[in-house]
């Protein structure tokens, strides 16, 4: 039990980070403290991908938040992102995204690199389908509005492909 929260969490943070030599590493405490604080499921199913977002100053999305989109997008290359129940009001909870690098690439847009686990596969295959949508959401600690726009998913794996 304790080996597969590892393992997730491995599959979670080397996806992302392109650590590769991730098995070499199976007791650390890092890894599993993170696995159950987050309280990751025994079996993991994980996409990574990009994913472009715009942040507005209301919910009129009508004026763009320069100082929020900049803010967020320093923020996560600084300091790099895990979010719990991601986007709980499209999803449900249980989703775990780590987001760990930003590019502004508009005046309007940010690019975001992601890696997204959880144990239901199907919040995978949710996220992963373009035609989702996400309602638009505050940030309180950006004072920002997002339009989330759908997210490019990359690769994908599965519990199953995680034990070869
Ligand atoms: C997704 O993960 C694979 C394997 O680690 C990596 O080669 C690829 O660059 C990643 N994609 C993105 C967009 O980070």
């Known amino acids: 039990m304790k080996s ?55 919910k009129a999305g009508d004026k763009t938040s320069v100082e929020g989109m900049k803010e967020d997008c320093d923020n996560i290359n600084l300091n790099k992102k895990i979010s ?41 295959d949710k996220m992963c389908d373009p035609n989702t949508n996400y309602p638009i959401v505050f940030d309180s600690q950006h004072n920002t509005w997002w339009i989330d726009e759908p997210f490019d998913c990359t690769q994908r794996t599965s519990p199953v492909a995680h034990s070869q």
Not at 30 to 45: N, R
Not at 105 to 114: G, H, K, P, V
Request: with cysteine; hydrophobic share 40%; glycine share 8%.
């Open 4 to 58: 597969s929260f590892v393992l997730g969490a491995l599959s979670l943070l080397a996806a992302s980070t392109g650590v590769s030599a991730t098995m070499t590493v199976p007791n650390s405490l890092f890894l599993k403290s993170i696995a159950e604080s987050v309280s990751l499921p025994m079996f993991t199913w994980s996409a990574n991908g990009t994913h472009t977002a715009k942040g507005y100053t209301s």
């Open 84 to 124: 719990v129940d991601f986007r709980s009001d499209v999803f449900g909870p249980g989703l775990i995204g780590y987001f760990y690098k930003c590019e502004k690439i508009r005046d309007d847009t940010n690019l975001y690199w992601f890696t997204i686990s959880s144990g239901n596969p199907s919040q995978i």
